[in-house]
T-cell receptor, first 116, second 112 residues
Framework: GENVEQHPSTLSVQEGDSAVIKCTYSDSASNYFPWYKQELGKRPQLIIDIRSNVGEKKDQRIAVTLNKTAKHFSLHITETQPEDSAVYFCAASRRGGGTSYGKLTFGQGTILTVHP | DTEVTQTPKHLVMGMTNKKSLKCEQHMGHRAMYWYKQKAKKPPELMFVYSYEKLSINESVPSRFSPECPNSSLLNLHLHALQPEDSALYLC???????????FGPGTRLTVL
């Protein structure tokens, strides 16, 4: 099955700095890569995703890049703010169908702390 | 309505109790999921329902019993749980095509 490794496990930055979180995956058939942000006591919230036919995607201060050959993808947050502090999870899955329908494999998470 | 809702928010139960968790979505999604999450760990998939049929059971103990009465509702029946089952139980739904999964707020379960 799929295995997703996420690094670093903790990341501490100063407000205004950039933050980068990296994930690698093992299943070359994976083609959908979402990122979730989870604040303390709240639900995981989808913040950005990328599909395997795209190399990069941006949404304001957040960007995700995908290298299919190397099987890794990264989350980039620019101009970090204290409210970006949370646990971030990457995940990978294949387009639905059969027994793999909608099965996300998550990384272990990164605790991001943004200091004012 | 673009939300997944879950009830109750918190649940405390003894090891001999029977209780149920409920999840509802009105986004027309045809896939619904149950996850278990321990503190600072990723969600662990328990069950997947696709078009109201159980499509994935991740070898979950039989003391957890899922039910999908219709395309908008998903229940998780609990019986004879153990203290190690204490966790945040998350429901999610997905349109399925590109697997964007949207999570509910979760039920914080404590087993005494």
């Amino acid at each position: 099955g799929e295995n997703v490794e996420q690094h670093p496990s903790t990341l501490s930055v100063q407000e205004g700095d950039s933050a980068v979180i990296k994930c690698t995956y093992s299943d070359s058939a994976s083609n959908y890569f979402p990122w979730y942000k989870q604040e303390l006591g709240k639900r995981p919230q989808l913040i950005i995703d990328i599909r395997s036919n795209v190399g990069e995607k941006k949404d304001q201060r957040i960007a995700v890049t995908l290298n299919k050959t190397a099987k890794h993808f990264s989350l980039h947050i620019t101009e970090t703010q204290p409210e970006d502090s949370a646990v971030y999870f990457c995940a990978a899955s294949r387009r639905g169908g059969g027994t793999s329908y909608g099965k996300l494999t998550f990384g272990q998470g990164t605790i991001l702390t943004v200091h004012p | 309505d673009t939300e997944v809702t879950q009830t109750p928010k918190h649940l405390v139960m003894g090891m001999t109790n029977k209780k149920s968790l409920k999840c509802e979505q009105h986004m027309g999604h045809r896939a619904m999921y149950w996850y278990k999450q321990k503190a600072k760990k990723p969600p662990e998939l328990m069950f997947v329902y696709s078009y109201e049929k159980l499509s994935i059971n991740e070898s979950v103990p039989s003391r957890f019993s899922p039910e999908c009465p219709n395309s908008s509702l998903l229940n998780l029946h609990l019986h004879a749980l153990q203290p190690e089952d204490s966790a945040l139980y998350l429901c999610a739904s997905s349109s399925g095509v590109y697997n964007e999964q949207f999570f509910g707020p979760g039920t914080r379960l404590t087993v005494l």
